[in-house]
């Protein structure tokens, strides 16, 4: 759990074409940049909306300085991929990608048609070497044409992982990914970039999209307890 105070960036689409807070209030005024034609709002199976990548599509922010990451960051989403294609990562949000540098970036990585490895990439302060938990443990796995709840968190030190996948008539598996040291004090690459949902804006073109369904992101300043 990040304190809520620390909620510095939300994205929910209960309300028209979504909703969207920055710095924990409602920011009327601070609407993406782009939505991509193939992004759709469909409900979400329970009792509100989630946000449909179909094909290409994906959401812009710009850039804004509470987005950044320092030494803390907790990422929590909603996510529902359709399916994978090996080789391919699924991209759910990265801060940053303009030449090969990012802050931060959470994706997939399929290993079948029916699931992938959950993978929270950083870059170090100097915006360098990128930092990936990517075969540090036993990332959680994602399952095709189910809803998980994903929180990532990084404390300076370690990279903490929790999945609740919720399979069909309701039945809920709590996946336990660990967590991971990365290293001492790790301050994170900080890049006046975009913030990327659905896709990433990589050797100058958006690829590596997100196929299926992601409903309430979140992202905090602070590390999950």
């Known amino acids: 759990e990040a304190p809520a105070f620390d909620l510095k960036f939300l994205w929910e689409q209960e309300v028209g074409d979504g909703v969207y807070r920055l710095l924990g209030e409602s920011r009327s005024g601070w609407l993406p940049s782009y939505v991509h034609e193939n992004l759709k709002m469909v409900p979400d199976g329970v009792e509100g909306m989630a946000a449909r990548f179909e094909g290409d599509g994906y959401v812009v922010f710009d850039h804004h300085e509470e987005l950044g990451a320092g ?4 990422i929590e989403v909603w996510v529902k991929p359709e399916h994978f294609s090996l ?6 949000v990265e801060k940053g990608g303009a030449e090969g540098r990012f802050n931060y970036l ?4 399929p290993s079948t048609a029916d699931y992938g490895w959950l993978r929270l990439s950083l870059m170090d302060n100097d915006c ?3 930092i990936s938990s990517r075969g540090l443990f036993n990332n959680p796995p994602i399952v095709a ?6 929180l990532v968190s990084f404390d300076g030190l370690h990279v903490k992982m929790i999945v609740t996948q919720v399979a069909e008539g309701g039945y809920v ?4 990914g660990g967590e991971s040291y ?29 196929h299926g ?12 307890r």
């Open 145 to 150: 044409g189910r809803w998980h709840h994903v």
């Open 182 to 210: 990365l290293g001492p004090n790790i301050d994170l690459c900080e890049k006046s970039d975009p913030l990327w949902i659905g896709a990433r804006f990589e050797d100058g073109i958006m690829q590596k999209f997100f």
């Open 71 to 74: 030494r803390r960051l907790t």
């Open 106 to 109: 959470l994706d997939v990585i």
């Open 213 to 224: 369904e992601m409903d309430d992101l979140q992202i905090y300043t602070s590390s999950a």
């Open 87 to 92: 080789g391919l990562p699924y991209t759910i």
């Open 128 to 130: 360098s070497d990128v």
């Open 173 to 176: 598996s709590i996946l336990n």
